[in-house]
């Protein structure tokens, strides 16, 4: 595992030592899972994107979208919220 240094503001320092302390062992870790999860969260974006991008390539016919919907709404109904 590789050391870095990283500048921060005394806001965003206060900050993390704050939350740090809901269970992290030391503000290495935090910072660990915090650059993990926004790394997360910027694929999922990604992906996102791409289903869009494919979305408008091959748009969804409309007998197909409210068989679609339909079926949705009965695997739905059958959960337990």
């Given at each position: 595992m590789k050391t870095i240094q990283v500048p921060m503001g005394e806001d965003l320092l206060t900050k993390v030592n704050e939350k740090m302390r809901l269970g992290f062992k030391n503000r290495s870790v935090f910072?660990?899972?915090?650059?993990?999860y926004?790394?997360?969260?910027?694929?999922?974006?990604e992906k996102e994107k791409?289903?869009?991008?494919?979305?408008?390539?091959?748009?969804?016919?409309?007998?197909?979208a409210k068989v679609s919907s339909k079926l949705s709404s009965q695997i739905m109904s059958r959960e337990k919220w």
């Amino acid at each position: 595992m590789k050391t870095i240094q990283v500048p921060m503001g005394e806001d965003l320092l206060t900050k993390v030592n704050e939350k740090m302390r809901l269970g992290f062992k030391n503000r290495s870790v935090f910072i660990r899972e915090a650059c993990k999860y926004f790394i997360k969260s910027l694929e999922e974006r990604e992906k996102e994107k791409a289903y869009i991008r494919g979305y408008r390539k091959f748009p969804e016919e409309t007998q197909m979208a409210k068989v679609s919907s339909k079926l949705s709404s009965q695997i739905m109904s059958r959960e337990k919220w």
